[in-house]
């Protein structure tokens, strides 16, 4: 093993013994290592293991032993919980395991692990039908892990802090690959680049452009979707945060710097992030400003106009604003006319024939390859997997907080306002049929949070004018006094 291989392990073997939150600070820094293998790829049949999975099964299991294994097997079968995402999981798990040899040699597939000439191959089962199921049980196991430590506003506020901490270690990773590649010494990058995947990571954007940021990811998409993942539930969840340093100084600095880097990435899928991301930001404004709750803070101000401070740079340096309108243009604009767009809508369009020569059955989990969320779940899970993952994420999208708690409110549909740009984004380029784990964690918060609220407690009883301002309603014949809130934020 290399040693940045043994740091990882001793890490996750201290987290895991730990009595505190470190291992979801361990979990969210992992995501900014997609092109590491946590164990060399020769080991496991060429599987490159990145230390995210690693760290999202160890969490899953830590969670699932503090809160109990009964209320873990409970919640993950309860139809009003996880039991529609579980049947789906199930469902691909058989797929995975019969379907390659069902339909073996009679529909054709992109393979997840893609040959030279990228042609459309005869179905077969593959290593790739474990690696993807594998794949989507962690997904589950992190999805249900989030809901059971998300009912609890002091693991809520853990949960946030670490997210700060992810979000600044993606930073720190794009800004070492960024000065790496001015100054030659990306080499000293490789023990972190040691997947089986095909990297791009010296990728041109175009003549004249500049060397794109990736990171430590696979590639300048992988790493815009990830800086899009942070910054969503960190933009949206702000006023989650207790210290009004980190609301209004380091989350806005984390923002801003992986919005910077995106840009830098010269990515498509990361510009239509952006995009998504700033629309959902004055949705979730308008909102707000329509239940007369605006923040007036100067770090959320300056968030939400940051994309016009940008304009107005690039008005006042017109040289930079052509270089902007250059790279949208070739980047955006000019997409479909690429080799590379036209290559996925080819991916796309055998997926969806694989589907109908399935009868809707779909390919099984893991045999086919797609430039398009929704269809690779089609293509590989069929009717019956892509219903009841479906159904699973419109009950988390119409999850509700308590009536008149307006605090507990916020916090829930900030959360929902922040799985929207990586849907998006996985609508126009996942590969397979896992949705994530920046959008996974959102959906176990917004479930565990539900059900917090749907459990009986006598706090959630006061009035709205005594949550607002912090108060506890005391006995009869005592005094007020100032206390928490059952949500955990501040005033």
Request: proline share 6%.
């Amino acid at each position: 093993m290399s040693f940045p291989a043994i740091i990882f392990a001793i890490a996750l073997l201290v987290c895991l013994l730990s009595r505190g939150p470190a291992i979801f600070f361990l979990f969210f820094a992992s995501w900014s290592f997609g092109a590491f293998a946590a164990v060399p790829p020769e080991l496991v049949g060429g599987v490159s293991l990145t230390p995210a999975w690693f760290c999202a099964g160890a969490m899953a299991l830590k969670v699932a032993g503090e809160e109990g294994f009964g209320e873990t097997f409970a919640t993950l079968i309860d139809p009003r919980r996880l039991g529609l995402l579980s049947l789906c999981a199930v469902y691909g798990v058989i797929s995975a395991m019969f379907f390659p040899r069902l339909f073996a040699g009679v529909i054709d597939i992109i393979p997840m692990r893609l040959t030279l000439n990228h042609a459309p191959q005869p179905l077969s089962p593959t290593s790739a039908n474990f690696t993807q199921a594998f794949y989507l049980v962690i997904t589950v196991a992190v999805v249900a892990a989030f809901h059971m430590a998300c009912r609890r506003p002091e693991r809520r506020r853990a949960i946030l802090n670490a997210l700060l901490f992810g979000g600044a270690v993606a930073v720190v990773t794009g800004l070492v690959d960024y000065v790496a590649g001015l100054t030659g010494a990306a080499t000293l990058l490789a023990p972190f680049r040691t997947a089986s995947y095909a990297l791009m990571t010296n990728a041109e954007a175009f003549a004249g452009s500049g060397r794109r940021v990736v990171g430590l990811m696979t590639e300048a998409s992988a790493f815009a979707a990830l800086a899009i993942g942070f910054v969503a539930p960190l933009v949206l969840l702000r006023d989650a945060y207790r210290s009004a340093v980190t609301r209004n100084v380091l989350l806005p600095a984390v923002c801003l710097l992986l919005i910077l880097l995106v840009w830098l990435s010269k990515s498509s899928t990361g510009m239509v992030g952006v995009a998504v991301l700033g629309l959902v930001m004055l949705a979730h404004m308008a909102r707000s400003l329509w239940l007369r709750r605006a923040e007036a803070a100067p770090g959320l101000v300056l968030l939400y106009l940051a994309p016009l401070l940008v304009v107005a740079f690039l008005v006042l340096f017109p040289s930079l604003a052509e270089q902007a309108i250059h790279t949208v243009d070739v980047m955006v604009l000019q997409k479909s006319a690429s080799e590379s767009y036209v290559e996925r809508t080819m991916w796309n369009r055998v997926t969806l024939d694989a589907f109908r020569q399935s009868w809707g059955l779909g390919a099984g989990l893991g045999s086919a390859r797609a430039s398009s969320w929704p269809v690779a779940v089609l293509g590989n899970i069929g009717v019956f997997g892509a219903a009841t993952m479906a159904l699973f994420i419109a009950r988390i999208l119409v999850a509700r907080p308590p009536p008149g708690d307006l605090l507990f409110d916020r916090q829930m549909i900030g959360a929902k306002y922040a799985i929207l740009p990586g849907l998006i984004m996985g609508a126009l380029a996942g590969t397979s049929v896992a949705f994530g784990l920046p959008v996974a964690w959102l959906m176990g918060m917004i479930g565990g949070m539900s059900a917090a609220a749907a459990a009986p407690a006598p706090a959630r009883n006061r009035s709205v004018r005594s949550r607002l301002v912090g108060l506890t309603v005391s006995p009869p014949g005592q005094l007020l006094r100032s206390g928490p809130r059952p949500d955990g934020l501040e005033p």
